[in-house]
């Protein structure tokens, strides 16, 4: 056979080249090629499942450690299991009554999405303005304009002798940390501050539609009776809604004012 | 070998996981879900926060024949296409009612501003009537109020919405009749709604364009006319405080010059009775004022604990020996006299 390929060249069509792995004797003297090729390819493999296995490890290492979580002094936190509140450090669920419900400032675990999850509450004071309510959208937008206040873009108030008064007010407020109020705060309510900031300027037009404008403007009681108009609103909601807003709020003197 | 056991583990827990998401289900505290099984409703998770979940609300307001979850958590059920899970937003929310001018019964206009807070509480009639879309449910709220904030405020009259007398005042009362009025309407109608009312209030009420207007006109004609009343009032004010001063004034003075008058003859009775002693022993009562005075001078410099500096003449015993010339003249030093020598040597010495 090697003789008739040496005799015939590659222009024969029964030439057939054979490949110098399967050529007889091409081994010898040192390892197969096939063999070699193998065992690197397995080295390069076993090299590459080791880094995947190392990266994996490493990830879920850092998906546990990324569970870990600290309550600061003006937080808050709830520990979320499948949307149900849990204690930091128990596998039981949240019932009512019970002392744990709220975290204290300690550190927890959880076991991140889609199993549980951590909602946060700040509780430090923050101040809500009452700027556009009251307020004319210019100066000009007043008596001296002598064209009326336009309803859309400018606010005032009626006074109880039926005078317009124009008034910015400041309320003070903060999460109540009571565990259902906060609950309630970030749970069952979209927008708390929103509802403070209507139940708020309902309570102020309330309580000047009481008032002789002079009154308004000496501010006689006008703080007191609108925080307690604001205390009544909150109480009414509470009680209608079958939980707290989880607000407690504090009306301060207005800004500015004008008649 | 160990190599299919990870193999196994991992398959194992993919298709565990795989298998949980088809038959699992989670509600979470703030939402509210329906779970149904061929289109027919089984069960309804409805979770409760504090003390509504111990009082069997949730069961109270479920449709008759379902079941009422109040707690959130995970929950089993059937894979697609056998069960489904519709799960709406529970929490409060907050609408606000649209801008409309209003006639009161006293022909005044009034353009109130209404808002409300709601929310889901039946999942099951939200879907049906509302087809389970929040900006519908909203939009059909705003209508309902105001509705009800028109007939409400059609009865009324200004003088309830805004009076000084806190007595005849009705705005918080209008406020509940608006707030009961929307409650009725939402679970009095042939079809239920799903949604409940939890708050209504009055944040603004408004006049229209022209007759702010005329308010500011009249406020200005009754501060002008506030402004001469208290002018007048202080005019008049000034004349009476003037008056009263000039009298008080007087009176004063006229207490004064006779006090004056009155202790001006005691004293000068006073003085005739001391001249007359005087006039007596002259020297004497002179001698005495003049230790009177040294009393008071030594007296005042002890309390006011500074030495005393006395200014003596050398002419007078014994401080003529302090003059050079004193040994010269041959003099003897006098013997020295008591005070009251020395005070007649000094007294003389002036009197020369």
Redesign the interface.
């Known amino acids: 056979m090697m003789g008739d390929h040496e005799k015939h060249p590659e222009g024969d069509p029964e030439y057939l080249p054979v490949p110098q792995g399967d050529a007889p004797g091409a081994s010898a003297g040192g390892p197969e090629p096939e063999e070699a090729g193998t065992k690197a390819l397995g080295d390069a493999l076993k090299t590459s499942f080791r880094f995947l296995k190392i990266c994996m490890m490493a990830s879920v290492v850092i998906y546990l450690l990324s569970g870990v979580f600290w309550v600061k002094s003006p937080q808050l936190k709830f520990k979320?299991?499948?949307?149900?509140?849990v204690p930091a450090m128990s596998i039981l669920?949240f019932r009512?009554g019970r002392k744990d419900k709220v975290l204290k400032p300690e550190t927890g675990v959880y076991i991140r999405w889609p199993w549980e999850e951590v909602v946060v509450l700040h509780t430090d004071e923050q101040t809500l303005d009452l700027e556009k309510?009251?307020w004319p959208r210019t100066r000009e937008g007043?008596?001296a304009a002598?064209?009326?206040?336009?309803?859309?873009t400018d606010?005032?108030l009626?006074?109880?002798?039926?005078?317009?008064v124009h008034m910015k007010l400041r309320a003070r407020y903060r999460v109540r940390q009571d565990p259902?109020s906060a609950?309630?705060y970030k749970?069952?309510?979209?927008?708390a501050e929103?509802?403070l900031r209507?139940?708020l300027?309902?309570a102020t037009?309330?309580v000047v539609?009481?008032?002789?404008v002079m009154r308004v403007i000496q501010r006689e009681n006008l703080f007191e009776r609108i925080d307690a108009a604001l205390r009544r609103?909150l109480a009414?909601?509470e009680s209608?809604?079958?939980?707290?807003l989880g607000l407690t709020s504090s009306v301060w003197k207005p800004s500015r004012w004008r008649? | 070998m160990r190599e299919k056991w990870a193999t196994i583990v991992v398959v194992g827990a993919v298709g565990l996981g795989l298998l949980m998401y088809l038959v699992v289900y989670s509600v979470r505290v703030s939402e509210i879900a329906v779970h149904k099984r061929f289109g027919k409703v089984i069960q309804v998770v409805r979770p409760m926060v504090g003390p509504e979940q111990d009082t069997g609300d949730a069961q109270a307001s479920a449709p008759t024949g379902v079941t009422v979850v109040p707690e959130a958590g995970w929950f089993f059920k059937l894979p697609w296409p056998f069960d489904t899970v519709e799960k709406y937003d529970q929490r409060i929310r907050l609408v606000d009612g649209r801008l409309a001018q209003i006639q009161l019964a006293d022909e005044y206009q009034l353009i109130p501003r209404v808002y409300a807070t709601w929310q889901i509480t039946d999942p099951v009639a939200f879907e049906k009537s509302l087809e389970g879309d929040v900006g519908f449910a909203e939009k059909g709220l705003k209508d309902i109020i105001g509705n009800q904030t028109a007939e409400v405020f059609g009865s009324c009259h200004l003088q309830d919405v805004v009076n000084t007398d806190r007595e005849k005042l009705q705005f918080h009362r209008i406020e509940e009749r608006i707030f009961e009025g929307v409650k009725a309407s939402l679970t009095d109608s042939d079809q239920a709604y799903g949604i409940e009312v939890s708050s209504l209030g009055i944040t603004w009420v408004a006049l229209p364009q022209g007759t702010t207007q005329a308010v500011f006109d009249r406020m200005s004609v009754e501060r002008a006319r506030l402004a001469e009343k208290h002018r007048a009032e202080g005019e008049s004010d000034k004349e009476t405080q003037i008056a009263r001063a000039e009298a008080a004034r007087s009176k004063t003075l006229a207490e004064a010059e006779a006090d004056a008058k009155k202790i001006r003859a005691e004293a000068e009775t006073e003085a005739a009775q001391y001249y007359a002693t005087f006039a007596q022993a002259p020297n004497l009562a002179i001698f005495l004022r003049e230790l009177e005075a040294l009393k008071k001078i030594t007296e005042n410099a002890a309390e006011s604990k500074e030495p005393i500096t006395f200014v003596l003449t050398t002419e007078g015993s014994p401080w003529r020996v302090l003059k050079g010339d004193a040994l010269e003249e041959g003099a003897s030093p006098e013997p020295l006299e008591d005070v009251s020598s020395a005070v007649g040597v000094v007294e003389s010495a002036e009197g020369e």
């Open positions: 979320m299991r499948f949307g149900e509140v669920p009512p309510e009251f007043t008596a002598g064209t009326g206040l336009n309803v859309r606010g005032y009626i006074s109880g002798d039926a005078n317009i259902l609950l309630s749970l069952r309510v979209v927008d929103l509802i209507r139940a300027a309902a037009c309330e539609s009481s008032m002789e609103r009414e909601f209608n809604a079958g939980c707290p008649t």
